[in-house]
């Protein structure tokens, strides 16, 4: 199914609210485990976020955006929410980097999809733009996975390791 410009934009602010207050809730994790530098790149993908989302809003300019309700999005989980369940409280910086990483992608197959499908050539356009700036992200957590301590297989296993 195609968007309407408006319902396309709809969308993708409401996705960078979601992911704002995500990586927000990252960096305030990583903090309290005292992992600074994970904790400032989620603050810096929150600003990310917060920029991205108004850069759509000044996009809009005088369209009228429909006022959807939660159950009117065309999505079961917002693309960059992931699954509650991987978001724990105790998360380390490799686990917390890749439940970040997951969100992303999710984000750019989102766009890819909704791109491949637009018949609009602005929601085509917006969306190929977007999922390339998500596909930037993916890669720049990419880079951060590579040179973070992974811990072992049993960690996700043993909640008394992740304590």
Sequence with gaps: MSYSLPEFLAHAIAMEEEAAERYLELADMMEAHRNDDVSALFRDMHRFSLMHRDAIRARVGAIELPQLKSWEYRWRTPPEMGDEDAFD????????????????????????????????????RLAGEFAAEEEEHVAALDKWLERTHRPSETWAQDPAQRA
Excluded: F, G, I, P
Excluded at 108 to 116: D, L
């Design 89 to 124: 409280t105790q998360l380390d910086a490799y686990h917390a980097l890749s439940y970040a990483r997951e969100n992303e992608t999710r984000a750019m197959q989102y766009y890819r999809t909704v791109a491949e499908d637009a018949s609009d050539a602005e929601v085509k």
